[in-house]
Structure formats: structure tokens, C-alpha cells
């Protein structure tokens, strides 16, 4: 049977078991599905409800119901102040003619969802933890290998002091560098008693809130619920309750989003969106900016520094680029994914810092054949290659999502045909993307292929993917547990022109330090991008009030949930 008709079988069959579960009903929920409560569909459980611990974006999601961030991007991209008065520039005095200092003011009187003032010193309390080793963050590296220095002014204005140029507030202060504040007088004795803040329950079971909701009830393993807070800066959300409901796959997350049982809906995957809209006429799809890109991240890691070393023939830069090569991106994004998205080779697609002229590289088994013959790695009787008498099998893994799983089906066969053996493997994504320290899938490097995405460029060029997953500084290690480059791959010369790319004032230096980062990311070949993925939701039309507006994946999708509005 062709690919394209196997892709048209599985997803009749997964239409035809959305319909049938539509048609005789799903499990009934716990709760009246009523005008107060929005009911959420999320296909991964959050696995820690502090943003600084979590490399999950469904935990960033449930995150961002109750953390406010100093302001947010709306679905234009337009930045929208929250907690800050407003957004620093250097015409306001707000950022100081070297762009190493940053006067932030508040608005007055904020409060936390318990009622204890909101100040600046609970933003020079949490800029101190992210700067401290002893609390191994895995998030927030962008302010804490930057930041010198941070100083209370006022009750409203705090002061941040760098130690090279930062150009861009959004990677500092905004959404995207600040994603979580943390209320000093329920983490400081924390602090001071443990000397860390990496194992306390508030990461986990958090108390004190600041966003527009608080966290009422976490069901480990069936929902989280939400009540509105009084509290927040815009004043209490129409919607009163927001229950977040956990699903074991995709397939039953949509059938009951069909049954009309769910409301909303994030990460909606390109390849199943026709599907998702056929199996209800009250459902809209929307799209906004999302800035992530599907790719198969490599195991390059060492023997005996921490995480599991991968297969050695991804040492070899041959052997990388023969992966890439046998690969039919086209077809997969064609047949799997309906089309709606293509191939890149860049890490920066869909940005305006993407280098087109590098091209895509084309599915070209042949190539790839003889680029592995070249490294040395032979076709055994057995039709898989081995050098050494070590076997080219690799452990090729991802999360359970059905399209994933798809995806790697396809990828498996068309390895094979190069000679290249693939044990396929899948994860719950609490355990995939665990932390190093918990032994996640990936951190621990238990895989030689590992499938995912990770953001790219937003609204400028410094890259998180390269910032982060892929800089020598952050390789994760037993001496740096909260080290985001689970690959293990090292480019100095790409880090400097990431630097470049943060600090430089000059727009036509950090541009071409973009260029330089993607002619590397395409020689090196690190990973294999294969797609790059909007930000897809679908809501049922029936249950709200007008349309709703989304934000996109630079920064907040609930930035206007104070003004959605059920029936």
C-alpha cells in the first residue's frame, strides 16, 4: 500500500473514531458545563507549575492562567503592557543609552492573589533566584548569564544592570524572559531554610497567584481547575472557573471536543486540522504566529559527562547529514500533514531573519547511501549498515501524540531503505521532557533521535533554540543538571555569533550573524529540522460570545482572556 493511501486509511479510521465517540459519547465530566466555566482540552499533563522548572509548554500554558508577566504580545504581535507601567525605551528613560541598563516601573498598587502587596521587591527577589546556581532553573539563562546586577528603586521601580548591550526589553522583562514572578514572602523562608528553591512544593502545589486566575484543585493525571482572582491588575475575568482537562491521545482529546464536551483547544497539529474541523460545524480553527519548529534533535553527547552518549555514528558529520538526506520531508508535510506547512533546513523559518538562500536540502537517497559508505558504515547481509562490528540501530523517540507516532512510522521506513535500523519509542510527555535530575527521556540522553519542537526567532534575532538548546554553556551535565543542549552539541564559533545576535546595536550585524548561525545549523547538522509549526486552536463557536482573540506563541494565547465571554 502507497504512503498516500496509508495516510488516507489512518485518518479515516481516526475521523470515523472521533465520530463514533462524538456519536455515543464520551466519559461525562465532573462538572456543569455552564456560562461560568471554560473547559480546556490539553493532550500533556504540566509537570511543574513553577515556569523556571519546566521545559513543557502545556506547563507554560497552565503557567500562564496564573502567573502576569510585565506585559505580554497580543495575536498582531503588538506588545501589551500587564504589571508594568510602561514599556522602557531609551526615549523614556526607561533604557540607558548602552542598552546595559534597564529602570522597570510597576504599576501602583498590585496585589498577589492573597491579598499581600505586589512590589518591586518581588522582582529583584526573582531576578536574585534565576541568578543563583544553587536553585538549578532550567529556565530563564538569557537573564541570569547577562544580569549583573539587580537593584530595588522604590516600591514600584527596580533597576537591572547587564554586562554587555541588551537591545531587546522582550527577552528580559516581557513574557518571554520573565514568564514567572515569584511571590518573595512565600519563597524567601524557602530559601532560607533549604538553600534551594528546586525541590519546593510550591513548584508543584502553588499557594499565591498573580495572574487572572488561581489554582484551586490539581487531579494528578485527570484535570487542574482554575477560579478567578480577584486580585489580578485587569480585575476578575468574566469566565469564573477555567477546568483543564488531561487526555491519554489526540484522538480522544478531538472526539470529545466534537461531542461538544470541550471548549477550547491549543496545539491543534497541521495533519490533523481538516479533521478536527469535519467532525464539528461549530468548531473554528485559528492560526496565529507560534514560532516553533519540528525537528529531530541528535545525541551527541559524551561518554561519562552525565547523559547517556548516543550511537556513535552520530558522531560522524557524514552520518548526520545522510539522515537528513534520506529523509522525504516533502511527503511527510504533503501527505501526513495535508500540506498546510513545508520543509527548512533553517532554524530561523518563518522568520524575517530566515536565510532563503540556503535552499532546503532535497530527499535524495542515493546520496545519502553513499555519504554513509563513505563514513564507513556497510550494508551487512542482514541489509543494515554496522562499522567496527557495531549495528546502526538507533533508539528514535517522542512523545505519544498520534501524528508524531505517524511521522515516525514513515521516517522509520524510509531509514531502512539506506539501511539504517530505527527502534521506535514513545513517551508520556511529563517523562519525556523530564528534567535531568528526574531522569527525563531526553536530558538523561535515552535516545540517539529524539523528536520535538523548540522555538525559533521571534521579534528579533536572538534565537532560543541556539541561545539555549544548542549552546556549549548549556549542556546539561552532572555539574549542570538544569542545562537546557540535551544534544550535547558544541559550536563556539555559532555561540559568538549567537552573542552577536543579542547584543549587537548594529541591525546588519546581527542579521548577518543570523545568516551565520544557519550556515553552521545546515553544515553541522546538529538536528534535522523538518517543519515549521504554527500555533493552531480550535474553539467551539457555540459556547462563546463573538469570536475570541489568541494570542500567539511569543508570548501569552489567554493575553485577552479577560474579555472572552461564554453563553
Known amino acids: 500500500m502507497s504512503l498516500k493511501n496509508r495516510v ?93 541598563e534597564y529602570t522597570v516601573k510597576l504599576k501602583s498598587g498590585l496585589k498577589w492573589s492573597d491579598g499581600t502587596p505586589l512590589t518591586a521587591e518581588d522582582f529583584v527577589f526573582t531576578y536574585e533566584m534565576v541568578k543563583n546556581p544553587a536553585n538549578n532553573m532550567i529556565q530563564g539563562s538569557n537573564i541570569r548569564d547577562a544580569l549583573e546586577s ?98 491519554p491521545d489526540t484522538d480522544s482529546q478531538y472526539a470529545a471536543l466534537a461531542a461538544g464536551q470541550l471548549d477550547f483547544v491549543p496545539n491543534v497539529s497541521e495533519g490533523d486540522i481538516p479533521r478536527v474541523a469535519a467532525s464539528n460545524p461549530n468548531l473554528k480553527l485559528v492560526t496565529v504566529f507560534g514560532g516553533y519548529i ?17 550511537h556513535p555514528a552520530l558522531k560522524d558529520v557524514r552520518v548526520r547529514r545522510a539522515l537528513r538526506l534520506a529523509i522525504d520531508r516533502e511527503t511527510i508535510t504533503r501527505e501526513l500533514l495535508a500540506g498546510a506547512t513545508s520543509p527548512t533546513d533553517s532554524i530561523y523559518a518563518g522568520s524575517p531573519f530566515e536565510d532563503k538562500s540556503l535552499g532546503v536540502t532535497p530527499y535524495d537517497p542515493e546520496a545519502a547511501a553513499a555519504l554513509l559508505d563513505e563514513a564507513g558504515w556497510v550494508v551487512g547481509a542482514d541489509g543494515i549498515r554496522a562499522k567496527d562490528g557495531v549495528k546502526m540501530e538507533l533508539r528514535y523517540s517522542t512523545t505519544t501524540a498520534g501524528w508524531r507516532n505517524n511521522i515516525q512510522a514513515v521516517i522509520q521506513q524510509q531509514l531502512a531503505k539506506v539501511g539504517v535500523s530505527v527502534i521506535l519509542e514513545k513517551y508520556p510527555a511529563s517523562e519525556y521532557f523530564g528534567t535531568y535530575a528526574n531522569k527525563g527521556i531526553v536530558a538523561s540522553g535515552q535516545y540517539d533521535i529524539g523528536q520535538f519542537a523548540n522555538n525559533t526567532a521571534l521579534t528579533n534575532p536572538a534565537n532560543v533554540t541556539v541561545d539555549e538548546a544548542l549552546s556549549c554553556a548549556q549542556i546539561v551535565s552532572e555539574d549542570n543538571p538544569g542545562g537546557n543542549n540535551w544534544t550535547g552539541f558544541c559550536s563556539p564559533e555559532m555561540d559568538a555569533a549567537s552573542l552577536v545576535t543579542k547584543t549587537s546595536l548594529d541591525p546588519e550585524e546581527r542579521l548577518a550573524a543570523a ?26 463557536t457555540a459556547r462563546f460570545v463573538g469570536e475570541i482573540r489568541i494570542g500567539s506563541g511569543v508570548g501569552n494565547q489567554w493575553f485577552d482572556i479577560m474579555n472572552w465571554e461564554l453563553k
Open 8 to 100: 488516507r486509511l489512518a485518518l479515516a479510521l481516526a475521523l470515523s473514531l472521533v465520530m463514533a465517540l462524538a456519536g455515543f459519547g464520551v466519559a461525562a465530566p465532573s462538572y456543569a458545563q455552564d456560562s461560568s466555566t471554560l473547559v480546556v482540552g490539553f493532550a500533556q499533563e504540566p509537570d511543574n507549575m513553577n515556569g523556571f522548572y519546566s521545559a513543557m509548554a502545556f506547563a507554560q500554558w497552565a503557567n500562564d492562567l496564573v502567573q502576569a508577566s510585565l506585559y505580554d504580545f497580543s495575536d498582531d504581535l503588538q506588545p501589551v503592557p500587564v504589571l508594568i507601567a510602561e514599556i522602557p525605551t531609551r526615549e523614556n528613560g526607561g533604557i540607558s543609552e548602552d542598552f546595559k
Open 150 to 247: 539587580v537593584e530595588l528603586v522604590d516600591e514600584t521601580t527596580f533597576r537591572l544592570k547587564f554586562n554587555v548591550a541588551k537591545p531587546f526589553p522582550e527577552d528580559l522583562i516581557g513574557s518571554p524572559g520573565l514568564s514567572t514572578i515569584l511571590p518573595a514572602h512565600v519563597f524567601r523562608p524557602i530559601f532560607e531554610r533549604d538553600g534551594t528553591l528546586e525541590n519546593a512544593e510550591e513548584n508543584q502545589d502553588p499557594t499565591v497567584f498573580s495572574g487572572p486566575y488561581v489554582l484551586r484543585e490539581w487531579k494528578r493525571g485527570e484535570s487542574m481547575l482554575f477560579e478567578a482572582n480577584p486580585n489580578y491588575v485587569f480585575g476578575e475575568p468574566k469566565i469564573k472557573r477555567v477546568l483543564i482537562r488531561f487526555f
Open 294 to 310: 519540528e525537528s529531530l534533535w541528535l545525541n551527541l553527547q559524551e561518554e561519562g559527562k552525565g547523559p547517556r552518549a548516543g
Open 515 to 540: 545568516y551565520k548561525i544557519q550556515q553552521i545549523m545546515r553544515d553541522e547538522a546538529p538536528l534535522i529540522n523538518l517543519f515549521p509549526r504554527g500555533d493552531n486552536y480550535a474553539y467551539n
